[in-house]
């Protein structure tokens, strides 16, 4: 049957027709009001029929904001709206399909819908958090009905296809998109109070259970990344401007980093479990379960995330647990429990608040009153301001942090840790623009500092990855971070800091004279010496995660401002021609020309200062590549470890590699190619994670046109890596040595690199290696095992 002649067929061309009008409607652009009324009139008559959640209120709510003063935000309303509409029509083209007996090609095209989803949330989830349409803002209310949303075509079709999937075999994708969508609902208000009412009837949660074979693993403890920590994870990923994700069309790529450790399963039971556990929560009556969610919350850290979105997207719940605190007839006992429970929720939130869209006023007085003050002061929020502003007290903890280095035990130092994230969120939040990355290298120019904005970011970069490594992969199976790394950053020549001179305090230590018995009693199990560890490396690995967000902005706008200065390159020491345009490094970092004594030339300073910031660049990123290598090798057999953080650090070492070659060309890559060689002769296990990194960046083009890779290396960085490596004839032979020093003849990444060396030969005429059978001498072997 022609589908414009059934109803469904006919819906759908209706809604293309609507969005094709929506998209070139402009309301401030002179055209005709009439013409603008009659759209609008239209959207009003579509949705009220097909959508159940539209309303009078809604259209008053889309009518206003298409109608926005301001052009720019008149435009991304619009384009926010289409995109629900877009959603919309992909669920009732879904429908359409599933109306139908399902064969191998209905299910293809249907399963290839479903996975769209993630691509259509995809761009306003990944804004800035202060952004106008963050999360769907406006409209995601027009997906909360039981006719129009994401949820019911999962399982309507994975009720009806199970048969099939051995056919198309993509399952596994389709498991992760519905996991990642979840994620989204949990930051929009009403996309979240959908979820939260759909896992409250237990015959919706059952067919989730039946449906996606979601098994509780009853035998092994599971550890995976956190709510909030995956949904960090996703939102960097949009930064990583030099890998192949820019042209992940289909987003494949990017779902296997995020759920690398095949964790999502288990991942998805515990998003079900608990909202249902906060769910029946906060619609029970709370004085009789505020001690044994107390327990819960101790039991399975993870519910604090949970606790923190009902009380984000619902001040009611956060208002319904402080008037237990302040009634006068609560027990002592509840109200305990009650404090205790609004100080860690509230903290909880302050340290993911680049996660959340700025908090509303009565949230945020909230959030103020149960928060330690130094943690709103560096944040730079108030209880009138709900946008971050970088200040000095932000950088206090950052440089603390510094003058601390490893002196410190990291494993107790959860407190400082809390202070130092906030900072770096402060950063982060703060670095969206270069007129923002401007006003950071102003802010260190004035407090003195002696390192430039760059500089900064690499030295808390790889100290973070040098404590990481300290603290979680101390013993000798693992890679190991060089020792002269460390030696680089002249840590020993920074005198030792009294540890009583750091006064950071949590928010429930700062109560317990206020409250009684069971207070007490909970402040002590959240200082337990297991607790405060365990949370600690969580924070220790937030920390990296978030400086690597920070590095690749600052990194971005390094890239553009070298490319109209020139700030960053190598300068001709042997000419004396003085070139115009070019800006020297020592006059950017100071702001003034600097004059130093020992040196007669500006050219010679500008090179010192380009070499040590080269140098550091490079033992920054290698650091990372050890500390993402070692959590690749996390295996247990007792445990499913979760070690999906290495595919993130390693996407990161090498979009950072491709843009450090670009700002730093040539004299960047033979400085790389030095350390990398010192790095696999002290240490021979880091060789097959260097020769992955090298072979990720320098790639051989495919012959396939049609390939995302080889489209990547065409035009990208790759092909511009390529390039630099061409025109130096001694980088040409370095790689070649490289390859034929460390080659072991059966890795994909070397045998990738050889491919590249053929389709790039070098000067260097390739080296006779002798084959033959390798005698191996049982006794050395012995005497090797016994001290190893």
Excluded at 43 to 70: A, K, M
Excluded at 410 to 415: I, L, M, T, V
Excluded at 648 to 671: K, M, P
Excluded at 702 to 726: R, V
């Amino acid at each position: 049957m022609d589908s414009e002649l059934n109803p469904q067929g006919q819906d759908l061309v209706r809604l293309d027709e609507i969005i094709l009008k929506l998209s070139v409607h402009d309301p401030g652009s002179g055209t005709a009001n009439n013409d603008s009324e009659a759209l609008l009139d239209d959207l009003r008559r579509y949705l009220s029929v097909h959508v159940n959640s539209y309303d009078t209120v809604v259209d008053e709510r889309v009518r206003l904001l298409l109608s926005d003063q301001d052009i720019n935000i008149r435009e991304e309303n619009k384009l926010e709206l289409i995109t629900i509409f877009s959603i919309i029509k992909t669920i009732k083209h879904i429908d359409s399909l599933l109306l139908e007996l399902l064969n191998v090609e209905s299910v293809r095209k249907v399963n290839a819908l479903l996975c769209s989803f993630f691509g259509l949330f995809r761009y306003h989830f990944q804004l800035p958090v202060d952004h106008n349409n963050y999360a769907f803002r406006n409209f995601g209310i027009l997906l909360t009905s039981s006719n129009i949303n994401v949820l019911t075509p999962f399982i309507t079709f994975m009720s009806r296809s199970t048969l099939s999937f051995a056919e198309v075999n993509k399952s596994e994708t389709l498991e992760k998109t519905f996991c990642l969508l979840l994620v989204f609902h949990c930051f929009n208000q009403d996309l979240f109070k959908f979820l939260s009412q759909t896992l409250a009837n237990k015959t919706n949660v059952n067919d989730f259970i039946h449906h996606f074979s979601l098994k509780p693993n009853a035998t092994k403890a599971t550890a995976v990344p956190t709510l909030f920590t995956l949904y960090q994870r996703f939102r960097m990923s949009a930064l990583l401007e030099e890998s192949t994700l820019v042209v992940d069309t289909k987003s494949n790529n990017l779902l296997n980093i995020l759920f690398y450790s095949l964790f999502h399963k288990q991942f998805l039971l515990s998003v079900i479990s608990s909202i249902q556990v906060m769910h029946d929560f906060f619609h029970s009556p709370l004085s009789g379960n505020l001690f044994a969610l107390s327990n819960k919350v101790f039991l399975d850290p993870n519910l604090s995330d949970y606790l923190t979105i009902f009380i984000a997207n619902d001040p009611r719940n956060l208002e319904a647990l402080d008037n237990i605190v302040k009634a006068s007839n609560s027990s002592e006992g509840d109200r305990d429990v009650a404090v205790f429970l609004l100080l860690k929720s509230c903290q909880h939130y302050l340290l993911n608040y680049n996660l959340f869209a700025s908090p509303d006023i009565s949230l945020l007085s909230y959030l103020v009153e149960y928060n330690n003050a130094n943690y709103a002061s560096i944040l730079g929020i108030s209880e009138e301001q709900n946008v971050c502003e970088l200040n000095i007290t932000a950088l206090i903890p950052i440089f603390e942090i510094i003058n601390q280095n490893v002196k410190l035990d990291y494993s107790k130092e959860r407190e400082f840790l809390t202070v130092f994230k906030l900072s770096l969120i402060n950063l982060d939040l703060n670095l969206e623009s270069i007129e923002d990355f401007m006003n950071l290298n102003s802010l260190l120019i004035d407090i003195g500092s002696s390192l430039s904005v760059h500089a900064l970011i690499d030295t808390i970069q790889t100290l973070l990855c040098i404590i990481i490594n300290d603290v979680k992969f101390g013993h000798p199976t693992f890679s190991q971070i060089p020792k002269d790394f460390q030696d680089f950053l002249g840590f020993q020549f920074i005198p030792p800091v009294y540890r009583s001179d750091m006064s950071f305090e949590n928010n429930v230590d700062l109560q317990s004279e206020f409250f009684g018995p069971m207070f007490t009693s909970l402040q002590e199990l959240e200082n337990y010496s297991g607790i405060v560890a365990t949370t600690s490396q969580a924070l220790l690995e937030d920390c990296l995660t978030i400086i690597l967000s920070v590095k690749s902005k600052v990194f971005r706008f390094l890239k553009n401002l070298n490319n109209d200065t020139n700030v960053l390159r190598l300068p001709d020491l042997f000419s004396d021609d003085n070139k115009i345009d070019e800006y020297p490094l020592h006059v950017f970092k100071q702001g003034i020309s600097t004059k130093i004594g020992s040196f007669k030339s500006c050219k010679s300073l500008n090179y010192k200062l380009l070499n040590s910031s080269i140098s550091l660049g490079i033992v920054a990123n290698l650091s990372l590549l050890v500390v993402g290598d070692n959590y690749k090798s996390l295996r247990s057999c007792e445990y499913m470890i979760d070690n999906s953080l290495s595919r993130l650090l390693n996407e990161f070492t090498v979009d950072f590699t491709l843009t450090f070659l670009i700002i730093y060309q040539e004299f960047g890559l033979l400085s790389l190619f030095k350390k990398i060689r010192d790095l696999n002769n002290e240490n021979l296990k880091m060789v097959a994670a260097s020769a992955s990194l090298l072979s990720k960046i320098f790639q051989v083009k495919n012959t396939d046109s049609k390939s995302e890779i080889n489209s990547a290396i065409q035009t990208s960085s790759f092909e511009i890596a390529s390039e630099i490596l061409n025109k130096s004839v001694i980088s040409s032979n370095l790689l070649r040595q490289y390859v034929e020093l460390f080659d072991d003849g059966q890795s994909k990444s070397f045998k990738s690199l050889n491919k590249f060396l053929k389709s790039h030969p070098s000067t260097l005429k390739p080296s006779k290696i002798s084959k033959g059978t390798v005698i191996l001498d049982l006794t050395e072997y012995k005497t090797a095992l016994a001290f190893s």
